[in-house]
């Protein structure tokens, strides 16, 4: 299975960008990029998926590199219930296999 | 509402007890999952399926025995509990392939004394 290489942890500051970046050197042709995050006590929450091109919703952005090596989440304007752990994944057609993730903390 | 409902959400053992951990959508999807999670860890898969009557292993399957009768359930048996399958357990499930992400339940916290 492909592998993902996050940061262990994270800061930034309340209503300030943050950009939590993922390294995916191994990634096929057929792996979608998912980023899951979870709050304190809670179960795992999707946030955003892509392939190729860059991806918006309501709750992040989604930036891949154009050799897909890599890939950033974007929270554009960081709220203290953002705090959680992200985790950058590529997702097998059947499963999901989750990485210790990036621990982010935000300041207020 | 809509969404993944796992019971019970705590639960205590003692050592050799059997016991089944619950987990229902309400979403038709296809695709559901059991993890766990250890203090301090990401999860981990035991068990997966892709539809009813299809399961398969995952990553920690020992002492852990699943079952697809439907398309909303897919309960998780511990055979004889041990103080090493402490921990949180999440289900999860998803619509089939890759576009989708997964919808997980609030989790079953789970000790083996």
């Known amino acids: 299975d492909a592998k993902t290489t996050q940061p262990n942890s994270m800061e930034s500051n309340e209503e300030e960008p943050v950009h939590l970046p993922c390294n995916h050197s191994?990634?096929?042709?057929?792996?979608?990029i998912h980023w899951y995050r979870q709050l304190p006590s809670q179960g795992p929450e999707y946030v955003i998926h892509?392939?190729?091109s860059n991806v918006n919703n309501r709750m992040a952005s989604l930036a891949i590199a154009e050799d897909r090596k890599s890939s950033t989440l974007i929270l554009h304007r960081a709220t203290l219930r953002d705090a959680a752990v992200y985790y950058c994944?590529?997702?097998?057609?059947?499963?999901?296999?989750f990485g210790k993730g990036t621990l982010l903390t935000v300041n207020p | 509402n809509a969404g993944v409902t796992q019971t019970p959400k705590f639960q205590v053992l003692k050592t050799g007890q059997s016991m089944t951990l619950q987990c229902a959508q309400d979403?038709?999807?296809?695709?559901m999952s059991w993890y766990r999670q250890d203090p301090g860890m990401g999860l981990r898969l035991i068990h997966y399926?892709?539809?009813?009557?299809?399961?398969d292993q995952g990553e920690v399957p020992n002492g852990y025995n699943v079952s697809r009768s439907t398309t909303e359930d897919f309960p998780l048996r511990l055979l004889s509990a041990a103080p090493s399958q402490t921990s949180v357990y999440f289900c999860?499930?998803?619509?089939?392939?890759?576009?989708?992400?997964?919808?997980f339940g609030s989790g079953t916290r789970l000790t083996v004394v």
């Open positions: 999860a499930s998803s619509y089939r392939g890759q576009l989708s992400g997964y919808t």
């Open positions: 191994t990634i096929s042709g057929t792996d979608y």
């Open positions: 892509g392939l190729t």
């Open positions: 994944i590529l997702r097998d057609v059947k499963e999901l296999t």
């Open positions: 979403m038709n999807h296809e695709y």
């Open positions: 399926s892709v539809g009813a009557g299809i399961t």
